[in-house]
């Protein structure tokens, strides 16, 4: 069954994408690569050393925290269930991203402004619609814009803690 979700649900189901999203620069250290190191038919890197298991794992793990203790402040499995599969979509959005920015010949670290901040978040919206949970569009197209401020703040402070090498 489809489930549109109201203007308060639809925010709340979207914040674990934005902790997930921000969860893997607390990682100390490198990771295994998710490609492996492979390369695409063009000979550049799949997705690049900067996209790894644990990185996703830290991700998800910490996105689907967020989203269990939104779904039992708000007694609501469609937080539950949507703020775990937001989780992933993030992460996989932002996956898909570097991909992108591989194939056009941008390498690690370099700016693509408004992919670099909304790739997640639009993972985030098609996971929920996968799982039947539709946001409301209003609300979506205006905590966009938000969306987009946000990550490039927060990533402006990781920057300033040494947390991630570029600003954006």
Known sequence: ??????????VLVLLPALVANGSPVLLSYGGTPIDG?????????????????????????????????????MCSYTLLKGGIAAALGALLGDMFAAFIKRRIGLERGAPAPVLDQ????????????????????YVAAVFAPIVLTLHRLTNMAANRLKLKPVPW
Do not use: N, Q
């Open 1 to 10: 069954m489809v489930e549109l979700l109201s203007p308060l649900h639809t």
């Open 37 to 73: 190191g492979r390369k695409f038919l063009d000979g550049r890197p799949l997705l690049g050393a900067g996209k790894t298991w644990e990185g996703l794992g830290i991700g998800v793990l910490y996105g689907s925290i967020f989203a269990v203790f939104l779904a039992s402040i």
């Open 118 to 137: 909304l790739d997640f978040y639009a993972g985030a919206l098609i996971s929920l619609y996968i799982v039947d949970i539709i946001v409301d569009p």
